[in-house]
């Protein structure tokens, strides 16, 4: 073992574990590029300020677990804590959203860094995949991201998630809300930087995770009781549009989320498999972030699915994806000349697209068939000096164990028959 190890709330990933990641990115993406989604793809970092106003000053992300920097040039940087503000600075910059085909929708996939309490499911370094709908209202747009979110962890074989949705309601709503509720906060018995908290973002106060807290809340003002007329047609026609669409969903007149960018629709997915990070992806309606990092007006939605969490979902249910074996067809060569005829046998079947890999190391038949079938292979080539002076090599077929012997330039012919 080295003398260094992953920074604490990080880790590798590793085989065979990282190809379940790679399916998990895949599926999901596959979904959202289905539906009209360009790939989209942003530095690692931005300038701080972007995330202050994006994200939100009060909020934990913003105060507390941001990795922040300063480079040697002086600029202010900090590792990016979440997707959304990156994308639309980025489609803003290139002034997609002038291109009069709106709503812009695009698709990433990367690395988020936020410094959290290291704990299962919790993590210092993560990785989300994530869809933004920019410049439309329309509730249609909302659902489609709910349905595609929904069908990419069904694709992916999970079913005890549950899907969360409110509306936070919008400019014209929220405000009278807010106040009412602050009011409300006002007349509790909380801690010092609870009440700070309510006098900046009440809202967030909702969101607090204590049995103390919570039982205090049970009487609070809720933001449906103060949507809108506009704000409960809209989003009126989100729940029946996923509705028809077969997607369950429950109402959750709390759920607020830890970025105070979200207007009108929110939502959340959880699994009851979790534990206490149970959110594996969440996401809503962002109407005035645009204007809030110096934009046009761009009514917007997206959300973002945690891979490492939904890789612990399908771990939690016991579901095995269907991965494909990385190897179909391993060499197993027994001396220098086979060294030589295989080696040139697999880069060939590599060619023509046929996933092939080598006993590498000069190890003997044991060691090697030993390579060969960690390697999952359905084919093994073997060959040594007696099969090549007849001019073939033995073709093996791993899970029926029948061997014969194949003419070295119809191995290729022979593999495809076999593997097809
Ligand atoms: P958020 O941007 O906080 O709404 O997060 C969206 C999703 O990213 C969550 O539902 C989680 O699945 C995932 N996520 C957020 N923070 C972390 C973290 N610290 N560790 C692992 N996954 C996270």
């Given at each position: 073992m080295s003398t260094f190890q992953a920074p604490k709330g990080t880790y590798d990933l590793i085989p065979p574990r990282s190809a379940v990641f790679l399916a998990v990115r895949d599926t999901i993406s596959g979904q959202v590029?289905?539906?009209?989604?360009?790939y989209v793809e942003t530095p690692g970092f931005e300038d701080v300020n972007l995330f202050a106003r994006g994200v939100g000053e009060s909020?934990?992300?913003?105060?507390?677990?941001?990795?922040?920097?300063?480079?040697?040039?002086g600029d202010q940087l900090a590792l990016r804590p979440e997707g959304t503000a990156s994308v639309l600075r980025a489609a803003l910059q290139a002034n997609l959203h002038k291109q009069g085909n709106l709503p812009v929708k695009l698709w990433?996939?990367?690395?988020?860094?936020?410094?959290e309490r290291a704990q299962a499911g919790r993590y210092r370094h993560f990785s989300q995949v994530g869809a933004e709908a920019i410049g439309a209202e329309d509730p249609a747009l909302d659902a489609e991201l709910i349905i595609l979110a929904d069908q990419a962890y069904r694709a992916l074989g999970l079913r005890q998630y549950r899907i969360l949705l409110n509306s936070l309601g919008d400019k014209e709503c929220r405000p009278v809300y807010r106040e009412a509720l602050q009011t409300f906060l006002r007349g509790l018995d909380l801690d010092e930087e609870t009440l700070r908290r309510a006098e900046i973002n009440p809202l967030r106060v909702l969101d607090d995770k204590r049995a103390d807290v919570q039982k205090q809340l049970v009487d609070a003002p809720l933001l449906r009781d103060y949507l809108c007329d506009a704000c409960k047609?809209?989003?009126?026609?989100?729940?029946e549009l996923i509705t028809a669409a077969g997607v369950v969903f429950e109402d959750d007149l709390k759920l607020?989320?830890?970025?105070?960018?979200?207007?009108?629709?929110?939502?959340?997915f959880v699994h009851d498999g979790l534990g206490s990070q149970s959110a594996v992806g969440g996401g809503g309606r962002y109407d005035g972030l645009s204007e809030m990092i110096g934009g046009p007006a761009l009514p917007s939605v997206g959300w973002a699915l945690g891979v490492d969490r939904t890789v612990l979902a399908l771990e939690a249910e016991g579901v095995t994806l269907d991965l494909p074996a990385p190897t179909s067809v391993f060499a197993v060569a027994l001396g220098e000349e086979a060294r030589r005829v295989l080696f040139g046998k697999v880069t060939e079947l590599r060619r023509?697209?046929?996933?092939s890999d080598f006993s590498f190391g000069g190890k003997g038949l044991k060691g090697s068939m030993k390579d060969a079938n960690?390697?999952?292979?359905?084919?093994?080539?073997?060959?040594?000096e007696r099969d090549l002076a007849e001019g073939v090599v033995q073709l093996k077929d791993m899970e029926s164990g029948e061997q014969r012997a194949v003419a070295l330039d119809e191995?290729?012919?022979a593999v495809r028959a076999q593997l097809a």
């Open positions: 590029r289905n539906a009209g989604y360009g909020t934990d992300i913003v105060t507390k677990e941001m990795y922040t920097l300063t480079t040697k040039g990433y996939s990367g690395s988020y860094y936020r410094y047609a809209y989003h009126e026609q989100v729940r607020v989320r830890g970025l105070d960018y979200y207007t009108r629709t929110t939502f959340e023509a697209g046929i996933a960690r390697s999952g292979a359905r084919l093994t080539l073997v060959a040594g191995v290729l012919d």
